[in-house]
């Protein structure tokens, strides 16, 4: 799907991932994986990708039945690889703990596999999981 | 999301509904706005689907604000993987 990145079509985005992974049979359970990791990268490409300002985003998901599923998100906005950012510190106590950056951090967990690339003038960024 | 706010005299129990998100955390933020009178807020997960960051961000900003005295119970085992993976089991008081 092609959709403006703005923080106001993340639910669009969830629902037609959503629609495809079910298609893909993918458990409800890394359904819900992929729920989260598609709100945090589609929320950073909205703040960031082209600094404020309103810009197209085009996700697709791909995938073999029953055993795995890839989301693709690609736009054209600065180049900015969200995974080369250090990890935060977790262990950390509450006071010493900032607001953010916890985000990309959670997708690395979620998923099996996060892949960045610089293509031209697009940031393709893109998401696995195996269902088993 | 669905939010159902219970007063019982200085505690405040909130039972969320959903999924909190980039697109919901607002909206329980905007709930929460006004704790002055609250001593003891209680979060109610028992019916919440998912959390992403800004529900945490949300959660951390709330648990400074109450000073301690925020508690979170019964987040199912996909939210307790999210607490766990960031740290936030050690950081909030959960009642599973």
């Known amino acids: 799907m092609d959709i403006e990145a703005s923080t106001k079509n993340n639910e669009k985005v969830i629902d037609f991932v959503n ?11 890394l359904m819900t994986k992929f729920d989260i990791a598609v709100d ?39 180049p900015y690889d969200p995974f080369a950012a250090e990890d ?8 010493k703990r900032r607001e953010g950056g916890l985000g990309v ?27 088993v | 999301m669905i939010v159902n706010k219970y ?14 998100d980039t697109t919901t955390a607002p909206r329980l933020e ?4 006004d704790l002055s009178s609250v001593e003891e807020l209680v979060l109610d997960f028992e019916q919440l689907e998912y959390i992403s960051s800004a529900g945490l961000r949300l959660l951390l900003g709330t648990h400074k604000r109450m000073q301690g005295n925020l508690k979170v119970l019964h987040p199912n085992e996909m939210i307790t993987e999210i607490f766990d993976v960031t740290g936030f089991s050690d950081i909030l008081n959960i009642e599973s």
């Open chain 1, 19 to 29: 629609e495809r992974l079910e298609a893909l049979e993918c458990p409800v359970k």
């Open chain 1, 40 to 78: 945090e990268l589609f929320t950073n490409i909205a703040y960031y990708a082209y600094g404020g300002a309103a810009g197209p985003c085009s996700v697709s998901v791909s995938g073999r039945p029953g055993e795995w599923a890839s989301v693709e998100f690609r736009d054209f906005g600065i």
């Open chain 1, 88 to 95: 935060p510190d977790v262990t950390l106590p509450i006071e």
């Open chain 1, 105 to 131: 951090f959670i997708v690395k967990n979620l998923m099996d596999e996060t892949a960045y690339a610089r293509i031209g003038a697009e940031n393709v960024t893109t998401i696995t999981k195996r269902f």
């Open chain 2, 7 to 20: 007063f019982e005299g200085n505690k405040l129990l909130v039972k969320v509904v959903g999924r909190l």
């Open chain 2, 30 to 33: 905007e709930e929460l706005k």
